[in-house]
């Protein structure tokens, strides 16, 4: 595993970072340079160096015929942006640019995959679209170049509008540190006050049971069971059942072991990206190619977008078969990671 990320990091033109890069003292790698040690110049490199997918299970090379690898349909994707479709970037946070790991507060995006995402948003229009809540999805990625859609789309901080479309009641212009403008659009508003009230009385009601851990995605609220007992999660389920109950406006769906309650409004992940094309100026474009990568249940409402709108690239990150509206698949993080730098390699010499 090592090795291949050793390898990966060569391959697409990280060498004067990876010559940097050292082993600490449980063998892992830890990088010592900062990301703007890397010039765009050096993610030049020979285009036919990828990473094969990785699979030995019949089963999963049966479904990447039908889903497959967005790193092999790549050229695709490049011919239909010089045929000038302009390319916009949706990506989901958890699983896509980090791997799934056991500690929601320690989801840590890699110094790698933070400069891929970079240089891919200074050549492309590029959104996060993620579950938890803006300002952590902001406090892991850092990066003051994307567009940030947090709570499952339900708080979107994306480019200045004065969209008619949506409900002005909703919309607030903002600036960020650096003096740009922004709008914040935040169609469930209302429910904040019941919000709090949810995540205060889930608190309380589960705090007897081992290893659950309740997070505050500000418009949503999530249970995560990873550590509970499976004979907890009855008397799990039950508990968060009956906070639920009282709360008629608002509605459960499952993550990777997460329980999410979230209010029962139509807007998702899909709406999320409808929304951000909208206020790029891609509304009923024929011209715009979007890419969105995800993992998760949630992610498929954006697959179905762009399967409805006949347009783009639905990619799923996905080691093990599963049933999905996506088009394409990419096996894991790090396949992500390869797939955006070889997208900002051609950003690089696209734009030169
Ligand atoms: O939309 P996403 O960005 O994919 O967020 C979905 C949920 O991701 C996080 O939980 C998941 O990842 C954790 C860290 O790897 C893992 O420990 C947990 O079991 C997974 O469910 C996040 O904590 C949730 O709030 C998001 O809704």
Redo the contacts with the bound molecule.
Sequence with gaps: MRDNFARLYKAVGFAKWFANIERDSAGYFSSKPRIDQIEPHEFIEDDNNFNEPNAADPKYIHWLKEHPSALRVFQGIKNLAEMGKQIVVFL?????L???????DR?FMSDAMRLAVRQVAKHFPTAI????SRNK?YQFVKLDEVYYAGS?GMDIMGPRTKLKSYDGKYQTNSLDNKGNEFTIFQPAQEFLPAIKEILDKMQKRTSDIEGVFI?D?RF?V?V?Y?HVPDDDYGTLGKKVHSVLAEYPSFHLTR????L?IRPSIEWNKGNALLYLLDTLGFAKSSNVLPIYI???K??EDAFKVLRDRGQGYPIIVSSTPRETLALCSLHDPSEVLSFLIRLARWGVTASQ
């Design positions: 989901d946070y958890d699983g896509t980090t791997p799934i790991v056991d500690d929601p989801a679209i993620s579950g938890r999805v499952h997070e995605n949503c999530s995560h990873r993550g990777k072991k997460v999410e995800g993992d998760d949630t992610d």
